[in-house]
């Protein structure tokens, strides 16, 4: 074990600042247009990548597996959020056995932190073309190679199956792949949580009841 690792740990700062501050009470009622708000501040004040968030699943036995993922855009829905993968990957079998998953974003330069979750429905054959064919060709080439997830025996494997690939979009510029498939997450709860230098964070809590959001504090 790296006995300098907590010292060089504990080094790094965190929550350095400076931070905004977040006022709840004039936070929004829906926290779908409060999710609207916050991304539109971290993009103008050039948070890096504001677009990729952590998605959590689990599979039928409750064996949870996360990774990052882009944000394809918000659902018409407030609360909603889309997000697009191959229904044979590790994530899309969760998914398919599971259908309810979390999202979360940390945004470091403004201490922010956002949690939706909720369940997830597949979006239909003519949203996955139209993610699909928006994608410049090296995603799309990418789309068309191999099997997300499964088992690659060596890279000479990946360099062949991607040329085939290659292959495969330059015939037909509109192929999709049979598997690709947006998703979209239908938050019942979400959280936003204000960090700050003081540690005296905000925490602001959403929970939808029947048609309704409730919020409140939670304790940092
Ligand atoms: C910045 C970044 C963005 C990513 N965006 C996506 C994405 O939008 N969709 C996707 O399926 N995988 C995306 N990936 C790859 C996933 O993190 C993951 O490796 C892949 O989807 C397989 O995950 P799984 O085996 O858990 O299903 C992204 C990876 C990174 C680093």
New binding site residues.
């Given amino acids: 074990m790296d006995e300098e690792l907590p010292a060089r740990l504990r080094a790094v700062p965190v929550l350095a600042g400076p931070l905004p501050s977040f006022d709840p009470d004039g936070a929004d009622p829906s926290p779908g247009r409060q999710f609207a708000r916050w991304l539109d501040e971290a993009l103008d004040d050039g948070v890096p ?1 504001p677009h ?1 968030m952590t ?1 959590g ?1 689990a599979d039928r036995d409750g064996r949870p ?8 855009g918000l659902g018409a829905d407030a609360g909603t959020f889309v ?4 229904a044979g ?6 998914l398919a056995a599971n259908p309810y998953a979390v999202l979360s974003w940390y945004w470091p330069l403004q201490g922010r932190q956002i949690r939706a979750a909720g369940a997830v429905e597949v979006l239909g054959a003519d949203a996955a073309r139209e993610d699909f064919l928006r994608r410049r060709e090296a995603s799309r080439i990418a789309g068309f190679t191999g099997r ?2 499964a088992p690659l025996a060596d890279p000479g494997t990946y360099d062949a199956e991607r040329r085939r690939a290659a292959d495969v979009v330059a015939a037909d510029p509109r192929a999709v792949p049979a598997g690709h498939t947006v998703y979209r997450l239908r938050a019942d709860e979400m959280e936003f949580f204000q960090g700050s230098q003081g540690a005296s964070h905000v925490r602001l809590h959403y929970v939808r009841q029947g048609g309704e959001w409730r919020r409140g504090l939670l304790w940092p």
């Fill in positions: 990548e990729v998605l699943t597996s996360a990774r990052v993922l882009m944000l394809r997000f697009a993968s191959d990957s590790h994530k899309g079998h969760d997300m997830s």
